[in-house]
């Protein structure tokens, strides 16, 4: 089993800047790909940005530009550096992992964190 830890949300004014962190912790598993998605109220989840093994990158068009993905594979660690936020991004934000033991992988999700952006 894998746990992912979530880290970094708040309440910010609209322009600020917040970090999301997200832990991976277990035994025996190696990642693949780990990633954001959010959901805000009444809406369906949507993903935010992904990070590939290589350290490859996808974003949604509404957030380019302004967050940035990374990861630290010696902590197991995926971050979201999240720049000239908007109301618009309020969410509850979750953090996902592909991973497992010997390569066959499962997708785990965080229990999610709460960003708020007020105008």
């Known amino acids: 089993q894998v746990q992912l830890v979530e880290s970094g949300g708040g309440l910010v004014q609209a322009g600020r800047s917040l970090r999301l962190s997200c832990a991976a912790s277990g035994s025996g598993f190696s990642i693949s790909t780990m990633g954001w998605y959010r959901q805000a109220p009444g809406k369906q989840r949507e993903l935010v940005a992904n990070?590939?093994?290589?350290?490859?990158?996808t974003y949604a068009d509404s957030v380019k530009g302004r967050f940035t993905i990374s990861r630290d594979n010696a902590k197991n660690t995926v971050f979201l550096q999240m720049n000239s936020l908007e109301p618009e991004d309020t969410a509850v934000y979750f953090c996902?992992?592909?991973?497992?033991?010997?390569?066959?992988?499962?997708?785990?999700w965080g229990q999610g964190t709460q960003v708020t952006v007020s105008s």
């Open positions: 996902y992992a592909r991973a497992g033991p010997n390569a066959s992988y499962t997708i785990y």
């Open positions: 990070i590939f093994s290589r350290d490859t990158t």
